[in-house]
């Protein structure tokens, strides 16, 4: 344990941080699974304003330091791919 004041303040920080940054992965999570579920039910425009706040939400996570920048692109990418597939085979 921490002797230290400073120490014992940052101890507090990192984990409300870490809360918040749980918070933050937990409910980008829900939207993938939710983004999913409107793909695979081909509810393709429910799908695609799941996508543009999916966009958001992790954009907003790599300016918050959250997750890297480069895994936010990775996951919107994919997911975009997903649609774009699932498109394609409806028309």
């Not at 990192?14 to 809360?19: C, D, L, N, S, V």
């Not at 993938?32 to 039910?41: Q, S």
Request: hydrophobic residues 35%; proline residues 0%; glycine residues 2%.
């Amino acid at each position: 344990m921490a002797n230290i004041k400073s120490a014992k303040k940052r101890i507090g920080i990192t984990a409300r941080k870490t809360e918040v940054n749980k918070a933050r992965k937990s409910e980008i999570k829900t939207y993938i699974k939710k983004f999913d579920e409107a793909v695979e039910n081909d509810n393709l425009d429910e799908a695609r304003e799941l996508l543009k706040l999916i966009d958001k939400k992790l954009k907003k996570a790599v300016v918050k330091n959250t997750i890297h920048k480069n895994t936010a692109s990775r996951k919107v990418s994919n997911l975009t791919k997903r649609l774009n597939a699932k498109e394609d085979k409806a028309m």
